[in-house]
């Protein structure tokens, strides 16, 4: 079954289940390593490698983290991307 529900409706259910919402930011975000979850779960939320995420939903996230990346490197694709975060998260 496909379950289909409007972002507001998404983060409440999420905020009233305990359940972190996190997002991923080319800058500003904390980095990735000195990020600790929390005791549930956590929802992580991935934009594009063009777009990113929208501001809009940026806002609205208990967290936003920044992956570490070396110079002349100016994104990943979003599936590297996840991968990296989802290792990282699992790691703790």
């Not at 905020?15 to 929390?38: D, K, N, S, Y």
């Amino acid at each position: 079954p496909l379950l289909t529900t409007s972002l507001p409706d998404l983060l409440a259910a999420l905020h009233v289940a305990h359940v972190q919402t996190i997002g991923t930011v080319a800058e500003g975000g904390l980095a990735l390593p000195e990020f600790e979850r929390g005791v549930g779960g956590t929802a992580v939320f991935m934009g594009s490698e063009y777009f990113g995420l929208p501001d809009e939903l940026i806002s609205q996230l208990d967290a936003r983290v920044t992956i570490p990346m070396l110079p002349g490197i100016d994104s990943f694709s979003v599936n590297a991307a996840a991968a990296i975060v989802l290792y990282e998260l699992r790691r703790k």
